[in-house]
């Protein structure tokens, strides 16, 4: 009988400082179970010395096998391509920066032997993080569980189990602009909760800044939601209603009493609030005309440098 494989897929950004604790971390914890593994790290256009890391271990540890991407194309590409490449039928996405703690490999693996096609790693300890980044988290999945059609669990991340099955329906999704959180839960499948406490950074630094957050969380909403678009219709409706009153009171008030002087304070404050409304709204307009642009495109979600750590089937497959 084949011993099933599990596949750690690990993206990575500047991460040379980490990786050997990590990857000490991952052998140990895969060496207790009974399971043959693969360690698959996606290297993300890293600019330290990430890739030369990744390479030495590999020539020392047959687990492990690197992809190397042309250039930076962010986590949910790299993660794209690490799930597109992996072998196993049982397949774990984790980052290397050890603040998802490995050890629940094994009660994954123990819930996916219960029949459960998905295991998630809920976080219900962040402490390890800075009180800003807590609330717009919690104010994150608040509002887009509110608005989306599809719910994100609260404070789920990528680090999950899932089985060839699930990544071969996420595989059905042609999308260019991916949002892995949501995407995860779209496919669906029978799904099971690992709780846990979040730990600090192993070391060095977070690439995601408040900015690129910004764009993440407005990438999240985006890709699920139309809620904002019909938002503007609802206001529209509401003012448009108002203004009619209003001005029925205005006719009104003129056929029975004659005209007043008009405000010119209250005209201009009316015409620039309008204003704002309108740029507001097609701004709105335009995250979404801005994503329907890029998936016309229908460029690759990624593509692979070629380099000697290819397996064949990397070598034929060079982008998706």
């Known amino acids: 009988m084949t011993q ?23 052998t140990g914890i895969m060496s207790a179970t009974d399971f043959s593994y693969e360690l698959l790290f996606v290297n993300d256009g890293s600019k330290d010395n990430t890739l030369s890391v990744l390479h030495e271990l590999a020539a020392k540890n047959t687990h492990i096998r690197v992809l190397n991407l042309s250039r930076n194309f962010g986590k ?70 509110s608005i989306a059609d599809v719910e994100i669990p609260d404070n789920v991340g990528d680090f999950r189990l899932i089985t060839r099955r699930v990544v071969q329906a996420i595989q059905l999704l042609p999308e260019n602009q991916r949002f892995m959180k949501g995407i995860f839960s779209w496919v669906g499948f029978k799904t099971s909760v690992v709780e846990y406490a979040r730990q600090p950074r192993a070391a060095g630094e977070s690439s995601f800044n408040g900015w690129r957050l910004w764009n993440f969380a407005l990438e999240g909403i985006t890709s699920f939601s139309t809620a904002p678009l019909r938002v503007w219709l609802y206001l529209g409706v509401f003012i448009s209603t108002i203004a009619f009153v209003f001005g029925s009171a205005i ?3 003129t056929l029975m009493f004659g005209v ?3 405000g010119y304070a209250s005209l201009l404050t009316i015409v620039l609030f309008f204003g704002g409304m309108q740029l507001i709204g097609l701004g709105v307009m335009g995250e979404y005309i801005g994503r329907l642009y890029m998936e016309s495109k229908r460029r690759p979600v990624y593509i692979l440098e070629n380099d000697s750590a290819a397996t064949d089937t990397e070598n034929n497959n060079n982008d998706k």
């Open 251 to 253: 006719i009104l008030k």
């Open 4 to 26: 099933t494989v599990i596949s750690i897929v690990c993206p990575c950004f500047n991460e040379q400082e980490v990786i050997h604790t990590f990857t000490d971390k991952i």
């Open 76 to 145: 949910e590409a790299a993660l794209t391509a690490g799930l597109d490449h992996a072998k196993g039928e049982v397949i774990i996405p984790i980052d290397a920066d050890l603040q998802d703690p490995p050890e629940l490999i094994h009660d994954f693996l123990r819930e996916w032997q219960k029949g459960y096609d998905v295991v998630v790693a809920k976080r219900i300890d962040r402490s390890s993080d800075t009180l800003a980044k807590k609330i717009t988290a919690s104010l994150f999945y608040k509002f887009h569980n």
């Open 260 to 262: 007043d002087l008009p």
